[in-house]
């Protein structure tokens, strides 16, 4: 296959979670090679979500993440593909960014809950500049809703802020909860169908 999907999971979230397994069905129906990166077992010991509120630690988590996306995706042959898209969630979204600008590849993000770190590498030479879909939720303890979203214009990016809802982009009512992931899932496949890098 010509175009590729590399899903990049956060902490606790693996990639049969609701985000990530809609946007691999998505990129499957779509004819892309998906990739998972999963995170083994015990690697963020000590590690929860929480953690990412301390920053001694949240760096520790993103070594981490970093380390394993660099080691897993080693055998994966990027060249003469005609598109990339990298789905990502949380501290995964922090590492598809370094990924994609240390080895210089030229995906499109689909980036779910992202972190403020994740945007530090989103460039002007197309390395997620102009080419990201970012979603996030209003009431997300570990981001500042007015960063991420200054983060996304000054980066050209298209955000969608989502009423209500956490750091899984859920808001506790599940009818609520079941139109946004339609919505969320409606808009990601409209990305995955726009034309190639």
Known sequence: MRKLA????????HTDKPLLYYAKKIARQHDYEVVEIRF????????DKKALQDRKTMLQAFSIASEEAEKQLKAVDFSDREDIIFISKSIGTVAASVYAARNRIPARQVYFTPLEQTFSLVD???????????????QDPFIRVDTIEKFCVDKKMHYRKIEGANHSLETGDLQTDLRNIAEIM????????????
């Open 186 to 197: 409606a808009e990601t496949k409209s990305f995955l169908e726009e034309s190639s890098v």
């Open 124 to 138: 002007d030479e197309g390395f997620g500049a102009e080419k990201g879909l970012v979603f996030f939720g209003l």
């Open 6 to 13: 590399v899903i990049f999971p956060g902490i606790g979230y």
């Open 40 to 47: 083994p077992e015990g690697c963020f010991q000590g590690i």
